[in-house]
């Protein structure tokens, strides 16, 4: 037998409920702020990635799938969305039209890393994007849509952590800051860490090294070195988070894992799997656009991995049962009443019912097997009785049956429904 690859899963039936019940809640959440949908490919030019996620990242150096095309072109397996997005946006000169520009989307990425509980190398994300608006108005929106999301999930118990990376005018500031403070380390250093000392040091305030733990704990902080502009917006965005009564903290040592980050970086993080975990990240690129050669327009958005999500649900009492449409299983044991059967079963799906109809080849108590299998809520027995113009209903839960006049089948289908 043919197996799988490391990394990657089969989503079964039994399974997709969740998922769908995720992206519908996604879905209207988004909608309402505006946001609308968008699909990118799920592969693009090798280079989309390297220039905007940045050649220092994780992501870049050892994660992506990079693959050269029949004609030698380098192509990559989407790690995230936001560069798509963004690239979507030039290409499609929308800032030449009316901004700003809200999407969403919903879909696979693409990383190799090691697989653990919650991660898997084909993963999926679900993530927000807002371009055009410079106001930490535009930060308060995206901050709060991913607190409505996680609520409307029943995730009741997270904290929302915020920190200011500044902008091109104080970043090098902080940045020579960093390289004076962690160069005294530098012979404790991993190799990689001593290659993010040289071309990016704010890549080490999110090194996953067991050294770095402790020599990072007393880095210098951002929020030390933000210009008066870049603390003004700071200011605004919890002004504004007080005033929607959302709890967060301030986390200097927040860098987020990827290099087009400047201003505004935020996670929302939960204690249900036990320690502090990330769910959701995020932040302000206001500089993405023209990194890829587009006009000044700034932009910032939100990610969340779904297979992670699924997991933290998992841990809570969540009812799905709730929007299922109700079951009604066609027990066919007279066969020449075709017409009938197609009928019946139109009807009961303008309804809003689900249904299955029976094998007619299968024995009575296969079929009373199968509905109790599939949780049907009614047997319909289409038999002999047919001729006489009647039916018989059989209600699982209760084991009532009843006899109906096919004319108000339907009507008396919802009364004992």
């Known amino acids: 037998m043919i197996g799988l690859p490391r990394g990657v899963q089969d989503i079964m039936p039994s399974e997709v409920k969740i998922w769908q019940f ?6 209207e959440i988004f909608e309402s702020y505006n946001y609308q949908e968008i699909r990118t490919p799920i592969f693009e030019f090798t280079e989309l990635f390297t220039k905007g996620t940045g050649e220092t990242t994780d992501i870049v ?3 992506m799938y990079t693959f050269l095309d029949k004609k030698g072109r380098s192509l990559t397996l989407r790690p995230e969305g936001t560069p798509g997005v963004v690239r979507a946006f030039i290409m499609n000169k929308i800032y030449n039209l009316n901004i700003p520009w809200k999407v969403y989307y919903i879909g696979p990425m693409f990383r190799y890393e090691r697989p653990q509980a919650g991660r898997y190398r084909q993963f999926h994300q679900l993530g927000v994007e807002l371009l055009g608006i410079k106001d930490p108005i535009a930060d308060f929106e995206i901050i709060k849509i991913a607190v409505e999301f996680l609520k409307n999930l029943n995730l009741a118990n ?5 920190n200011s990376l500044g902008c091109q005018k104080c970043r090098p500031i902080y940045r020579k800051a960093l390289m004076d403070y962690f160069a005294s380390f530098k012979h404790e250093l991993s190799e990689i860490d001593k290659e993010r000392l040289e071309r990016n040091p704010l890549r080490l305030l999110d090194s996953k090294e ?3 733990i402790e020599i990072k704990e007393k880095a210098p902080s951002a929020l030390d070195y933000i210009c008066g502009e870049c603390q003004e917006h700071f200011e605004k965005l919890k002004n504004y988070l007080n005033i929607s009564n959302i709890p967060y903290k301030i986390n200097p040592k927040l860098v987020r894992g990827l290099d087009y980050y400047t201003r505004t970086v935020f996670e929302i993080t939960t204690d249900i799997l036990g320690a502090q975990n990330a769910i959701v990240g ?3 690129y206001d500089n993405l656009v023209e990194i890829y050669g587009g006009p000044p327009i700034p932009g910032l958005g939100f990610a969340l991995g779904i297979e992670r999500l699924i997991l933290l649900l998992s841990k809570i009492d969540l009812d799905l049962s709730l929007d299922e449409k109700k079951l009604i299983y066609l027990a066919i044991i007279d066969q020449n009443s075709n017409n009938f059967i197609i009928d019946l079963s139109e009807k009961l799906i303008e309804k809003k019912y ?15 097997k199968i509905a109790n299998r599939l949780k049907a809520e009614l047997v319909i027995f289409i038999d ?9 209903v059989k209600k699982l839960k209760t084991g009532e049956e009843r006899i109906l006049n096919i004319y108000n089948l339907v ?4 009364i004992m429904l």
């Not at 002999?384 to 018989?392: A, D, G, H, Q, R």
């Open 22 to 27: 995720i992206e519908k809640t996604a879905r």
């Open 354 to 368: 689900r249904i299955e109809i029976g094998d007619p080849s299968l024995p009575l108590k296969n079929h009373l």
């Open 282 to 284: 995020g932040g302000r």
């Open 411 to 414: 009507s008396e289908l919802e």
């Open 61 to 63: 150096i050892k994660e």
């Open 158 to 162: 997270i904290e929302v952590e915020i």
């Open 210 to 212: 067991e050294k770095m």
């Open 384 to 392: 002999s009785l047919i001729k006489e113009e009647k039916i018989k």
